[in-house]
């Protein structure tokens, strides 16, 4: 057997299980990689709110960071909650140092329930020294708003904003996700040359927490596999509606998607 693709998440936590390191894990565990974690903030969190967060002092992180390429190097790297911009900073050096590739963001800045979990001062470094790195972003459209300082309301105005994205700012592609949109869950694909729609049945639900995690985690999985990313970016649609679709009941606010949805429909079984 050759060597297991493997996939490292850097992002905060959630104690609850249902978004960050945490369901950035459960997706690379569910799409059959190995996953790896670096801490950047500790959150305290549940399907209600943010609590209160810690970020982990930068040699800790860069420790991490060090520790994994040192040993179990990544075939695909996604980032997810970095909150402030020393972090980024520190990220987008250690990147370049290990000459990563297959480099997903999912650019974080605000959680389902509203708390802010990057700091305003630092949107600008997320652009600035993190986004040319990407292979691709996956901004929802409040993010994308914020990257590309544009009202979104519409599909035009979703493609306008990719454009922007991949043209001036130098990602090599992004998915600007529609899930805030309208009655279908709408999301554009851009590539440089390609524009793309991925749509889904919008399914009413309140158990959306980690969506944007779980998405992200299923193109990074996909990348380590050596999926061509528009096929992988097409695979994680398929498995976040799924584990939309069939919701767990947990928690008492905005719950977890359901992990196990996607191989139950591949192998047409029921685990939950
Ligand atoms: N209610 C829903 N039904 C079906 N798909 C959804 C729903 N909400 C979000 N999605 C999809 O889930 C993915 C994550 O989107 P989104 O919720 O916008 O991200 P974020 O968690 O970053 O806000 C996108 O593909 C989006 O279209
Ligand atoms: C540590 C951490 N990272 C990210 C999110 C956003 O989650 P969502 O995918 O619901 O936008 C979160 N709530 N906590």
Redesign the pocket.
């Known amino acids: 057997m050759g060597q297991v693709p493997r996939a490292l998440t850097i992002a905060g936590t959630d104690p609850s299980g249902g978004a960050g390191i945490h369901a950035d894990l459960k997706t690379f565990q569910e799409l059959c990689v190995y996953g790896m974690s670096v801490i950047t903030a500790v959150v305290s969190q549940n399907t209600l709110g943010v609590k209160t967060f810690l970020d982990m002092p930068l040699e800790l992180i860069e420790s991490q960071m060090d520790a994994v390429y040192e040993d179990i190097r990544p075939n695909a790297v996604k980032t997810g909650m970095l909150s402030q911009s020393d972090v980024i900073r520190l990220v987008a050096q250690k990147m370049k140092a290990y000459n990563v590739d297959n480099y997903v963001m999912?650019p974080v800045m605000v959680a389902?329930s509203g708390d802010a979990l990057l700091a305003e001062t630092a949107k600008k470094e997320l652009v600035n020294e993190l986004l040319p790195l990407t292979t691709i972003v996956t901004p929802?459209?409040p993010?994308a708003e914020e990257i590309t300082g544009r009202t979104i309301q519409n599909v035009q105005q979703m493609k306008d904003a990719a454009k922007q994205i991949v043209d001036e700012f130098g990602a090599t592609a992004v998915v600007v996700?529609?899930?805030?949109l309208d009655d279908e869950?709408?999301?554009i694909y851009y590539d440089g040359s390609v524009f793309d729609e991925?749509v889904?049945?919008?399914?009413?639900?309140k158990h959306?927490h980690g969506?944007?995690?779980t998405?992200s985690a299923a193109i990074t999985a996909e990348l380590a596999k050596g999926t061509p990313l528009r096929q992988a970016v097409e695979t994680a649609?398929t498995y976040?509606?799924e584990a939309?679709k069939h919701p767990i009941h947990l928690g008492r606010g905005h719950g977890p998607v359901n992990h196990w949805a996607y191989r139950n429909r591949q192998e047409g079984l029921s685990r939950a």
């Open positions: 999912d389902k929802n459209l993010e996700k529609g899930g805030h869950a709408r999301d991925l889904a049945s919008r399914y009413d639900t959306t969506t944007g995690c998405f649609k976040i509606t939309i």
